[in-house]
């Protein structure tokens, strides 16, 4: 049992380029969920599911945009990379329900933009 | 606003115990989170409340009071291996996380 997977683990960009981060999970999660954390910050939900086919905002959903064709999976692209977007990313899945929100985590991607 | 206020680091020796305290302002509550990461690691789960009052979990007890927007996790018996950062999260009425900045745990021998 894998959990959540996530890669790349480190990526370096350069301003304006675009890439994908990847999540999967095998837990059969229906909630999925990206955060970004940021040095004394608490993190920051960008994107999330509750279902194939369903994705919803967060609190910084801006140069982000995700997609649910499976269960399995939600990628996060970033469409054209800013030094703001230097952070690390973590991708969490939860069963549905409020007292189900129990997250489990991916290993994070620690991403920098020069 | 919504708002979680946890200390930014503190330090305990091995063996002690050790208060984590949380302060929370949110729209609406269903239920506070304690999480564990260690450096360059995901967060795991730790414990979560709902109701007032302690929950023992092991080493780890974590205690709610919903009239004063408190918690607290408390840690006994220090090890080595406790030394993380200890991130506080409410749930809010819209059944969104609301993340405080997490508390750094150093632990000395």
């Known amino acids: 049992n894998a959990g959540v997977t996530q890669t790349p683990k480190f990526q370096v960009l350069k301003t304006g380029q675009s890439m994908t981060l990847q999540c999967a999970q095998d837990m059969n999660h229906e909630y999925m969920s990206w955060y970004r954390q940021d040095p004394g910050m608490g993190l920051r939900l960008i994107h999330y599911?509750?279902?194939?086919?369903?994705?919803d905002q967060g609190e910084v959903p801006n140069g982000y945009n995700v997609s649910r064709s499976t269960t399995e999976d939600f990628p996060l692209r970033l469409l054209s990379a800013a030094p703001s977007q230097t952070s690390v990313y973590f991708c969490?899945?939860?069963?549905?329900?409020?007292?189900?929100?129990?997250?489990?985590f991916g290993a994070g991607s620690r991403l920098t933009v020069l | 606003g919504q708002n979680i206020d946890q200390p930014t680091e503190m330090t305990a020796t091995e063996g002690a115990i050790v208060q984590i305290n949380c302060t929370y302002q949110?729209?609406?509550?269903?239920?506070l989170f304690w999480y564990q990461q260690h450096a360059g690691e995901a967060p795991t789960f730790l414990s979560y409340n709902v109701l007032d009052g302690l929950e023992e979990k092991g080493r780890f007890s974590s205690f709610l009071s919903r009239s004063k927007g408190y918690s607290y996790l408390l840690l006994k018996e220090l090890q080595m291996k406790d030394s993380a950062s200890y991130l506080c999260?409410?749930?809010?009425?819209?059944?969104?996380?609301?993340w405080g900045a997490g508390t750094k745990l150093i632990i000395k021998p």
């Open positions: 999260a409410v749930l809010d009425s819209n059944y969104q996380l609301i």
């Open positions: 949110t729209s609406g509550f269903n239920g």
């Open positions: 969490a899945s939860s069963l549905q329900g409020a007292e189900a929100n129990v997250l489990t």
């Open positions: 599911s509750v279902g194939a086919g369903i994705t």
